[in-house]
């Protein structure tokens, strides 16, 4: 056991500068790492929200809108497979989650039943939920009225799906912030927990979250002015919005949707050469160039309104046919405004308005005094340990700390390549950490005294030692790893940064007290030749 190939020595050696290269960056200045070869390791750990700072949101997905598309598209979709199929009817209307129409003939009952019940598709069947079936119940109702149930499987369903986009949405607009780490998770039913630390302005993430960034592109109606259809009502298939700056103006415009913003791919903010004022520059996909270009060759001359949410940003008048696919907006923007308008367009539309129902801002002065008391708590951990082992084994105890020295830069490393978050639980585990990484060591130096009473010479008893030690070593750290995954698995947020940083403390600590222990004490056996152990 105390007998090292030159390549084991290389590699212990090697793992052990490697992790302390990847835990130099932070301690070193930023100076200093900028003026580093780029090839050296640069990572730093992520501080979590308690550490450095930073907004935690708790968001819930508006179920009802949800089920209110849903059921709008079920309107839609009886209206013109009615329609297509020549079946008259009347009194088509919603009411909660169902929609009923009336059959004008009793005659066509039967056969509208077969068009309609052509709407339910299967649902997939969920292997925790167990929830199959159809999305809509059709049946017949009195008379000549048919119902047209979304069910509750398919309501589920809609939901969860609903929070599965939105969570993969808000994700990417908080990115194009440029933060880092930030964590987006399901909490429950419709709800999104959401933590981005380090984040200065808790504001304009509320305003990027909040905003569900539908935009669309429909005609001015010039049939009549604004102001007139506000006196009177506005004419069939237009209706009253109004600019999302103030003072609000009225604008009349169609119903209609020429083209949706579902046809974008790009969205980017910058300057018109002629005003030099902001502006966001868009293009859209194949389908979405055909329809813009056509809607603006025919209708060259007249308004074409931009509407974000229900609110008109721009009013541009149609100079001429637009045919690349791409265009600009331009509503007297700031430099913000027309940067947080792109990264909206560019992540895309919300499927339904979120709703914030928790908010807590932490300050960089609350995490700086949790880094604070983090540091403490490990200071005085690491000297009692220290003290400890040293008393208590002398010299194989300064050996012993020596590799707790490289467990710690071990565990930094780790964290570091990983660009794993470090929370102040994780701080608790690295603590916890210093603690355990001398237990493997204690366990091998007293089964090095029971072999020494029993009279073994002193290079027998180290062999012996490390050998006995080694499966209650493997026992004891295999289920404490083995409960580390399953706290990672089964927890979230803080108990997960827990887990990680005892998980890879395990690790380390196994490596340097079988691994770089005992090859200093090699060494020091190699070099002394000793007759007694001094421990």
């Keep these: 056991m105390l007998y090292f190939s030159k390549w084991k020595i290389a590699t212990i050696l090697g793992i052990c500068i490697l992790g302390i290269l990847l835990a130099l960056p932070n301690v070193l200045p930023r100076p200093v790492l900028d003026a580093m070869p780029g090839w050296l390791p640069y990572q730093k750990v992520n501080l979590g929200l308690d550490l450095q700072g930073g907004a935690h949101l708790l968001l819930e997905v508006d179920a009802k809108v949800v089920v209110r598309e849903r059921v709008q598209t079920i309107v839609d979709d009886v209206r013109s497979n009615l329609r297509r199929n020549r079946v008259g009817y009347t009194n088509l209307r919603a009411n909660g989650n169902v929609v009923s129409v009336t059959i004008r003939k009793p005659e066509d009952k039967p056969r509208a039943l077969r068009i309609l019940r052509e709407l339910s598709t299967p649902l997939e069947l969920s292997l925790f939920s167990q929830q199959g079936g159809n999305d809509i119940d059709v049946r017949s109702g009195p008379g000549a009225t048919i119902l047209l149930e979304l069910t509750e499987p398919a309501i589920n369903a809609r939901i969860t799906s609903a929070v599965n986009q939105s969570i993969e949405i808000v994700r990417r607009r908080i990115d194009e912030l440029g933060t880092t780490e930030p964590t987006i998770q399901r909490q429950g039913r419709d709800r999104i927990l959401v933590q981005v630390p380090g984040l200065q302005d808790p504001q304009r993430l509320k305003d990027l979250i909040g905003t569900t960034a539908k935009m669309v592109f429909r005609l001015v109606d010039v049939s009549?002015?604004?102001?007139?259809?506000?006196d009177s009502r506005p004419p069939a298939g237009s209706e009253i919005l109004y600019s999302a700056e103030t003072p609000r103006t009225p604008y009349l415009v169609r119903k209609r949707v020429m083209v949706s913003g579902e046809n974008l791919v790009d969205a980017q903010p910058g300057f018109d050469q002629r005003t030099n004022e902001p502006i966001v520059?868009?293009?859209?996909?194949?389908?979405?160039?055909?329809?813009?270009?056509?809607?603006?060759?025919?209708?060259?001359?007249?308004?074409?309104?931009?509407?974000?949410?229900?609110?008109?940003?721009?009013?541009?008048?149609?100079?001429?046919?637009?045919?690349?696919?791409?265009?600009?907006?331009?509503?007297?923007?700031?430099?913000?405004?027309?940067?947080?308008?792109?990264?909206?367009?560019?992540?895309?539309?919300?499927?339904?308005?979120?709703?914030?129902?928790?908010?807590?801002?932490?300050?960089?002065?609350?995490?700086?005094?949790?880094?604070?008391?983090?540091?403490?708590?490990?200071?005085?951990?690491?000297?009692?340990?220290?003290?400890?082992?040293?008393?208590?084994?002398?010299?194989?105890?300064?050996?012993?700390?020596?590799?707790?020295?490289?467990?710690?830069?071990?565990?930094?490393?780790?964290?570091?390549?990983?660009?794993?978050?470090?929370?102040?639980?994780?701080?608790?585990?690295?603590?916890?950490?210093i603690g355990m990484a001398v237990d493997a060591n204690v366990l091998i130096f007293e089964r090095i005294r029971e072999e020494m009473r029993l009279g073994k010479p002193p290079i027998t008893a180290i062999d012996n030692g490390y050998s006995r030690a080694?499966?209650?070593?493997?026992?004891?750290?295999?289920?404490?790893?083995?409960?580390?995954?399953?706290?990672?698995?089964?927890?979230?947020?803080?108990?997960?940064?827990?887990?990680?940083?005892?998980?890879?403390?395990?690790?380390?600590?196994?490596?340097?007290?079988?691994?770089?222990?005992?090859?200093?004490?090699?060494?020091?056996?190699?070099?002394?030749?000793?007759?007694?152990?001094?421990?």
Excluded: C, H
Excluded at 224 to 230: F, G, I, P
């Design 470 to 535: 080694l499966g209650t070593i493997l026992d004891a750290n295999i289920t404490t790893l083995i409960a580390a995954v399953v706290l990672f698995q089964l927890g979230s947020g803080p108990v997960r940064g827990f887990a990680v940083t005892l998980a890879i403390g395990i690790v380390t600590s196994v490596f340097t007290a079988f691994s770089l222990t005992r090859l200093i004490i090699a060494f020091w056996v190699w070099k002394r030749r000793p007759a007694t152990i001094p421990i």
């Design 224 to 230: 009549t002015s604004a102001q007139q259809a506000l």
């Design 281 to 433: 520059t868009f293009r859209f996909d194949s389908s979405g160039a055909k329809r813009f270009g056509r809607v603006t060759q025919r209708n060259v001359g007249r308004p074409f309104a931009i509407i974000l949410d229900n609110q008109v940003i721009s009013a541009p008048v149609i100079r001429e046919p637009i045919l690349g696919g791409t265009g600009q907006i331009s509503g007297g923007f700031t430099v913000q405004a027309a940067n947080d308008l792109a990264i909206l367009l560019r992540a895309g539309a919300l499927p339904a308005p979120l709703t914030i129902v928790e908010e807590r801002t932490v300050g960089p002065g609350l995490g700086a005094d949790s880094i604070a008391a983090g540091k403490v708590a490990s200071t005085i951990g690491m000297i009692v340990v220290v003290v400890f082992i040293v008393a208590s084994y002398g010299l194989f105890g300064l050996f012993a700390n020596l590799a707790l020295a490289v467990n710690i830069g071990l565990i930094i490393g780790v964290l570091s390549l990983l660009q794993a978050t470090l929370t102040l639980p994780g701080i608790a585990g690295i603590v916890l950490t």
